[in-house]
């Protein structure tokens, strides 16, 4: 199957999404693939058995959030000009969303701007990170704070990638499935109560789903200058508890699961979404292994955290919360207190 994705603006080249749609990749000119240790011994094979290029170098970073960094950026750019890549050249971002977004962040960076296409391995990274063109890398100060907006040439979904996915990653992706439904769509929420992920037909569905409800967004508002910004719904709170930390005890997925819980705890104060609404979405959640809650040990300093996020506008902070199931709210008149309560309920 083939979702595309039309800008309304034409200062972004459109490009498709293919599922499980298993044609070769036919790209000429220099190319390499970026991975880490970890993917290439699993499922490098199986990629370039439907990898058709001119000249081809594997460039391998460590695994893990901690290594997104500049330090990885280096490496990635330090093997593109001792192989003297030119504007020609194509990157393949072959892991999950980490590897995705310092791929897309060293092909923004190279010579102005190459091509990148994506083949995530990952169900968070398919279904939400390789989608969209965010690109990136992490600092002291917080997450993605430094990267740029740039568009892959394609994406390549593969669910048979999935089959060795640790259970942990797998509701890591679940998470941003939940994030898309709940904000988004009324009825896509309440099949994701009736279904099982583990079903293929139902992972494919939802995958489908996911990408077209990230397309239809990304289309109209490419660089989140409005509507793109409710898909952080959770991550105010989640780019928070991973800073704190130090990327090292959750996974994305896990801290957005633990962010969405705390926004709806604030959604249900502001009496915007139901107490049974926000169980509801708990019990989806939970059904998948996902953390929900997170002990906060200094509710001042958590709160100082906000100010680092990139969704924070000078003093404001930038809230998406749920309305009900399937819509949203973007506020930044939330006052203080308020959110010091809700932080309050998950201190120790």
């Not at 972004?12 to 240790?37: C, E, H, M, R, W």
């Not at 996974?251 to 926004?263: D, K, P, R, T």
């Amino acid at each position: 199957m083939k979702v595309d994705i039309n800008f309304e603006a034409k200062s972004a080249a459109n490009y498709s999404v293919f599922i499980d749609d298993a044609q070769s990749l036919n790209i000429s000119g220099k190319v390499a693939i970026v991975t880490n240790p970890k993917v290439a011994g699993l499922h490098l094979k199986s990629l370039l058995e439907k990898l058709t290029v001119d000249e081809l170098y594997i460039i391998t970073v460590p695994d893990g959030e901690f290594y997104k960094n500049q330090e990885s950026i280096d490496l990635i750019l330090e093997n593109l000009f001792n192989h003297k890549f030119n504007r020609g050249s194509t990157l393949i971002a072959f892991g999950g969303g980490v590897i995705g977004d310092m791929t897309g962040f060293a092909a923004s960076l190279y010579q102005r701007g190459i091509d990148f296409v994506q083949v995530p391995t990952t169900l968070l990274s398919q279904v939400d990170a390789s989608v969209g063109g965010k690109t990136g890398i992490n600092n002291k100060f917080g997450k993605n704070l430094i990267g740029a907006f740039h568009q892959p040439k394609a994406v390549h979904i593969e669910t048979e990638y999935l089959q060795t996915l640790p259970s942990r990653e797998f509701g890591a992706g679940v998470a941003e499935i939940v994030k898309m439904a709940v904000t988004f769509d009324k009825d896509f929420f309440e099949w994701l109560e009736r279904a099982d992920l583990k079903k293929t037909s139902d992972l494919q569905l939802a995958i489908q789903k996911s990408v077209e409800t990230k397309a239809w967004v990304v289309a109209q508002d490419e660089k989140e200058k409005g509507l793109r910004a409710v898909l952080n719904y959770g991550h105010t709170f989640a780019h928070v508890v991973e800073n704190l930390t130090n990327y090292k005890r959750y996974l994305h997925g896990e801290a957005v699961s633990i962010g969405i819980c705390m926004a709806n705890d604030l959604a249900v104060r502001l009496k915007l979404l139901e107490t049974s609404e926000s169980q509801r979405i708990k019990d989806v959640l939970e059904r998948y292994g996902l953390p929900t809650t997170f002990k906060i040990t200094d509710v001042d300093v958590f709160y100082d955290h906000f100010s680092l996020d990139k969704k924070a506008d000078d003093s404001k902070i930038k809230f998406i919360l749920a309305h009900g199931l399937g819509d949203h709210q973007m506020r930044d008149d939330i006052d203080k207190e308020i959110v010091l309560s809700t932080l309050k309920a998950y201190s120790v």
